[in-house]
């Protein structure tokens, strides 16, 4: 396994080692992996403009590639951060909507509940008067008629006529 390297090491001309000569596989896949994208954009750019000190513009380029990562990296965060807020708001608002259905409904069940009372005591009491109403009709029909001949009914009487014809 390859011995990773500080930047003073490497100035100083110091290399890993545990390589063989010529064996640079490793170090190669690390690099394409890490740097390589970067490097090539950076070289592709320089070879666009040529500017007069090739290597100091790399190194400036590379400088501020570095910065724009950071800052891709911060507004990402606080992308990130912003959006959590967003969904903890748009959370808040759904339950208290939430809340207010149920509410509503509460009350809705309340008033229908209320209504229904009301007409439950509405027809008792209709019905109360209607049976006082007929209570009434009774006790005319009763104070109006004669009484029943011998507690026979009056409709099953018959009168027999005196008359000899």
């Known amino acids: 396994m390859a011995k990773t390297l500080s930047s003073e090491s490497v100035a100083r001309g110091e290399t890993d080692n545990s390589l063989a000569p010529g064996d640079y596989t490793p170090n190669f896949e690390w690099m394409k992996e890490h740097i390589g994208d970067v490097l090539v954009q950076g070289i592709a750019e320089t070879l666009l403009l040529r500017p007069e000190d090739p290597i100091e513009y790399l190194g400036q380029w590379l400088a501020q590639h570095a910065r724009n990562l950071e800052l891709e990296k911060k507004l990402l965060n606080e992308r990130t951060v912003i959006q959590a807020e967003v969904d903890e708001k748009k959370r808040v608002i759904e339950e208290k909507k939430r809340q207010a259905l149920v509410k509503l409904e509460r009350e809705q069940r309340r008033k229908h509940a209320h209504q229904r009372a009301q007409d439950e005591v509405k027809a008792k009491a209709e019905a109360e008067q209607r049976?006082?109403?007929?209570?009434?009709?009774?006790?005319?029909?009763?104070?109006?008629?004669?009484?029943?001949?011998?507690?026979i009914p009056e409709t099953i009487v018959e009168v027999p006529s005196t008359s000899n014809v």
Not at 135 to 150: H, Q, S, V, Y
Request: hydrophobic residues 35%; proline residues 14%; aromatic residues 4%.
């Open 131 to 151: 049976a006082k109403e007929l209570d009434l009709i009774r006790a005319e029909r009763t104070e109006n008629k004669p009484p029943p001949l011998f507690g």
